[in-house]
C-alpha cells in the first residue's frame, strides 16, 4: 500500500474516531439528563412513600438499586472483556515489533557500506512509523469502542427510566 492511501485510510479512521467520540459525548449527556428525570421522579416516589407508607411504590423503590447493579454490572463486563482483547492485541504487537527491529538489527549488522547501511536504517525507521500510526490509530478505536460500549448499558437504562417515570404533562 503506497503512502498516500496509507494516509487516506488513516484520515478515514480518524473521522470515524472523530464521531464515535461524539456519539458517546452525546449518549453521556442523553444520559445525564435522563439520570436527573429519574432522580427527581423517584425522589417524589420516596417522599410520597414516607407520607404515606400504606401505600409506598415498594415495586419502583426496590428497582433503585437493582437496575443500577445490573447496567453497572454490564458495563463493568464490557470493559473487562474489551481489555483484556486489548492487551491480547497490544502483547502480539510488541512481539511482531521485537521480531522485526531484530530482523532489521542482524540486516543492518551485515551491511557492506554504510551507505547499505543508512538505507537500512531509513526502511526500518520509515517502517516503524507507519506501524506506530497504525497501532496509535487501532488503540484509540479501540478504547473509543471501549467507552461507547461501556456506557451503553448505563445509558439505555436511564433513558428507559425516564421515559417509564416520565410525568403526565410534561
Do not use: C
Not at 480518524?14 to 435522563?34: I, K, P, W
Not at 407520607?51 to 464490557?78: Q, R
Not at 511482531?96 to 551491511?111: G, P, V
Not at 506501524?131 to 471501549?146: C, D, H, P
Amino acid at each position: 500500500m503506497t503512502h498516500i492511501k496509507k494516509a487516506a485510510r488513516n484520515g478515514r479512521r480518524l473521522a470515524r474516531n472523530n464521531q464515535s467520540a461524539a456519539d458517546t459525548a452525546v449518549a453521556g449527556g442523553e444520559m445525564l439528563h435522563a439520570s436527573g428525570e429519574v432522580i427527581s421522579a423517584r425522589l417524589e416516589i420516596m417522599a410520597a412513600g414516607l407520607a404515606n407508607p400504606g401505600k409506598a411504590d415498594l415495586a419502583e423503590i426496590s428497582l433503585m438499586s437493582s437496575e443500577k447493579v445490573e447496567a453497572i454490572s454490564a458495563s463493568v463486563s464490557t470493559v473487562t472483556r474489551n481489555f483484556g482483547d486489548l492487551s491480547d492485541r497490544l502483547t502480539r504487537s510488541a512481539a511482531n515489533e521485537i521480531h522485526l527491529a531484530s530482523r532489521a538489527a542482524a540486516a543492518m549488522a551485515s551491511a557492506t557500506d554504510p551507505a547499505a547501511l543508512a538505507t537500512l536504517q531509513y526502511n526500518y525507521a520509515v517502517g516503524w512509523w507507519g506501524r506506530a500510526t497504525g497501532q496509535m490509530l487501532t488503540l484509540n478505536t479501540e478504547l473509543l469502542k471501549v467507552q461507547a460500549e461501556a456506557l451503553d448499558p448505563i445509558h439505555r437504562t436511564a433513558v428507559a427510566n425516564a421515559k417509564r417515570l416520565k410525568r403526565p404533562g410534561t
